[in-house]
């Protein structure tokens, strides 16, 4: 990532918000790395030094400063924007890829050799693989220090260290304090209430319209995996090591996340998976300035500004949804969506407390909603839906089948519907599988593959948005018309469906 120290300071001068996430700034004279808009004093610039991340800024042997939290800051929108190997090795870093398959898996999922992966991150980041899953563990130790009654051993490898010696050794070059000290100074502060419980923060960039988030995916919500009551957004996690249920709750400048794990290691996935859902690392800025400038758009993006394109925790579970939802109305997708959970009886994990105060797990059975009907789960599985019997589906076969087949796809690794595959080599994957046409694969693009760039020109809503807003309503036109708004062409997809 090329910065141009001038522009890079002029941001830090003014401590702009938007700047967050981009770079972060060294100060050599007090040896330590803040984020732009830190409230300090700004430093002289012969002080200065600018890094693309917080690991490239540790390499240089600067400490997190203890009062702007740089750790904390928005996630760089780049990784939104491209679609390249490094942008899919900083997704797939941040899902806690390299904590659970190491440098040789990320390399093996990405397809490049390890010392090659080594080079281009290093490259563009400033530092390589490890030294960026490094900067994620400490900051994933340092949540569960100040969030939990945790003792020090456990943190250390719920958070992927190696050892706990590790641990100690890299909380105190990060954060100049030893772990009992970062714990000492949250005060007399509880953690939350529940074995398995965490409450957090998720920082982005200003503006956010979180009503236009809510309201999407609460007409979506299914039963029993995701529920919005009284401005959060609730639902059940199937992540790495276990499962997970959390509410999101958006305020002034953060969402409020309250996560319950059953196995505190899928931390970091968890939160990245939150981040991604309710797309909190975008640029709003740069986004509705681009869709402002065309005249039909202007008054929508100033009316609402902030609108983010809902995003997704699981891509199969996307996959499934867009496969279903296909030529029927949002209602009636959601009914055979519901039919379809239904017909699993499934067996989950919940977190309890040990009689040692370790955290534990306790079977059981989710059929209905779990415990006493308020448990939230995961969607099924690819494994789940092919042991589905024909009744289960509840659907035209030809539909069934296509789920089926995108299902053994999943399983034998021909489709893979990660955050950091390669868009394009996944779309023409999908649309070489029977029952997925150019709308299902490009909708998939847009919510599970994170691609900024798609309209979906075709989709009824989008044309009667356009009709409505006074632009051309056939996709042909539409899709030349659209070449004004790149690469923002999601957003402006979610804007029409808003105007229709």
């Not at 995916?217 to 996690?237: C, F, I, S």
């Not at 969506?337 to 919940?350: F, G, I, S």
């Not at 957003?491 to 029409?496: K, Q, S």
């Amino acid at each position: 990532m090329e910065m141009d120290f001038e522009r890079c300071y002029r941001a830090v001068d003014s401590r702009d918000q938007r700047f967050d996430g981009w770079f972060y700034t060294g100060v050599t004279s007090t040896g330590i790395y803040c984020r732009p808009s830190c409230p300090a004093i700004t430093p002289k610039r012969q002080n200065v030094r600018f890094f693309p991340s917080a690991a490239a800024a540790q390499g240089a042997g600067l400490r997190a400063c203890r009062r702007c939290r740089p750790d904390a800051a928005p996630g760089s929108p780049l990784w939104d924007v491209r679609a390249d190997v490094v942008g899919r090795a900083m997704r797939l870093i941040a899902d806690g890829v390299v904590d659970r398959d190491g440098v040789p898996g990320l390399a093996s999922r990405l397809g490049y050799t390890e010392r090659h992966l080594h080079r281009m991150l290093s490259a563009e980041m400033g530092a390589g693989p490890l030294a960026l899953a490094r900067a994620q563990r400490a900051q994933t130790a340092r949540i569960l220090i100040e969030t939990t009654d945790l003792a020090m051993a456990e943190i250390a490898f719920a958070a992927g260290f190696g050892s706990v010696r590790q641990f100690n050794d890299t909380l105190r070059e990060v954060y100049a304090s030893a772990p009992s000290d970062l714990r000492t100074a949250r005060g007399r502060q509880q953690g939350p209430a529940g074995a398995g419980t965490i409450s957090l923060r998720l920082a982005y960039r200003p503006p956010l319209h979180a009503r236009a988030l809510l309201d999407f995916l609460a007409v979506r919500a299914l039963p029993g995996v995701e529920a919005v009551r009284d401005g959060t957004y609730h639902r059940g996690l199937r992540l790495p090591h276990g499962t997970g249920q959390v509410a999101l709750t958006p305020a002034d400048g953060h969402v409020a996340a309250t996560l319950r794990l059953a196995d505190l290691r899928d931390l970091a996935p968890a939160v990245a998976r939150c981040r991604r859902l309710l797309d909190l690392d975008a640029d709003p800025a740069a986004i509705d300035a681009t869709l402002a400038a065309d005249p039909a758009l202007a008054p929508a993006v100033t009316a609402e500004p902030g609108i983010r394109v809902p995003r997704v925790v699981d891509g199969f579970e996307q996959a499934v949804r867009a496969i279903i939802g296909q030529q029927v109305s949002v209602t009636s997708a959601r009914t055979t969506l519901t039919r379809l959970l239904t017909a699993h009886p499934r067996v989950d994990h919940e977190v309890v407390a040990t009689d040692d105060g370790v955290s534990g797990q306790q079977l059981h059975d989710q059929r209905g909603g779990g415990p006493q009907g308020g448990e939230l789960r995961g969607f099924l599985s690819a494994e789940e839906l092919l042991s589905l019997p024909d009744s289960g589906f509840g659907m035209p076969v030809g539909r069934r089948e296509a789920l089926r087949g995108l299902a053994r796809a999943v399983v034998d690794g021909s489709v893979d519907l990660a955050a950091g595959v390669n868009r394009e080599e996944a779309v023409r994957r999908l649309l070489a599988l029977p029952g997925i046409g150019p709308w299902t694969a490009n909708y998939l693009a847009m919510r599970a593959f994170g691609d900024p760039d798609v309209l979906l020109s075709s989709d009824l809503a989008v044309r009667r948005g356009a009709a409505a807003l006074g632009l051309p309503d056939t996709p042909p036109t539409l899709d030349r018309y659209a070449e004004r708004w790149r690469p923002w062409r999601s957003y402006a997809t979610i804007r029409l469906w808003r105007a229709a």
